[in-house]
T-cell receptor
């Protein structure tokens, strides 16, 4: 079935270092969403990307959607301990306008050493 | 607005039993989706309900079923529980108006932690 691959699975960084997680789909996506799940919590929506080549920023977080709408990345500049958690991408497959459900990547678990 | 609520928060069952989980979406949200989260498989889509009808279904056996009521509240049922059904079951709601590409933000509930012994 359709899959969204996400790497790396784990990332350990020193506070202040940068962090990037990548998502790839074998099929074109209609849009991609990013979620963050804190330890013991539930996924919380961060952002949605819809347009080819789209770049969005939220303070230290930069989200990109590839030109072919098959890949996406999340980059955090100068990580802080509050960034700890698992970051998930979730893609909606492009079925030519018909509705598709969100397919989640397996997530990247970020730990930050103070 | 109140967020998505799920009951119960924790549940312990034994193999062979059946379980029903409940989800109340955000007021005004008509779509409810269910996900299973495990350390090995991550977040896996179970099904989505809209207007009391299942509109999307993931790749799970028929032991997993759900329904939605006229007030948009949803329940999911797992029959003949297996050890591998131990997981966090998450419910998510979104506005969704019945057509168009899925671009709605999903709001997740706190989940029900199911342990099967």
């Amino acid at each position: 079935g359709q899959q969204v691959m996400q790497i790396p699975q784990y990332q350990h960084v020193q506070e202040g270092e940068d962090f990037t997680t990548y998502c790839n789909s074998s099929t074109t996506l209609s849009n991609i969403q990013w979620y963050k799940q804190r330890p013991g919590g539930h996924p919380v929506f961060l952002i949605q990307l819809v347009k080819s080549g789209e770049v969005k920023k939220q303070k230290r977080l930069t989200f990109q959607f590839g030109e072919a709408k098959k890949n996406s990345s999340l980059h955090i500049t100068a990580t802080q301990t509050t960034d700890v958690g698992t970051y998930f991408c979730a893609g909606v497959m492009d079925y030519g306008g018909s509705q598709g459900n969100l397919i989640f990547g397996k997530g990247t678990k970020l730990s930050v050493k103070p | 607005k109140a967020g998505v609520t799920q009951t119960p928060r924790y549940l312990i069952k034994t193999r062979g039993q059946q379980v029903t989980l409940s989800c109340s979406p955000i007021s005004g949200h008509r779509s409810v989706s269910w996900y299973q989260q495990t350390p090995g498989q991550g977040l896996q889509f179970l099904f989505e309900y809209f207007s009391e009808t299942q509109r999307n279904k993931g790749n799970f056996p028929g032991r997993f079923s759900g329904r939605q009521f006229s007030n948009s509240r949803s329940e999911m049922n797992v029959s003949t529980l297996e050890l591998g059904d131990s997981a966090l079951y998450l419910c998510a709601s979104r506005e969704f108006h019945g057509k168009g590409v899925n671009t709605d933000t999903q709001y997740f509930g706190p989940g029900t932690r199911l342990t099967v012994l």
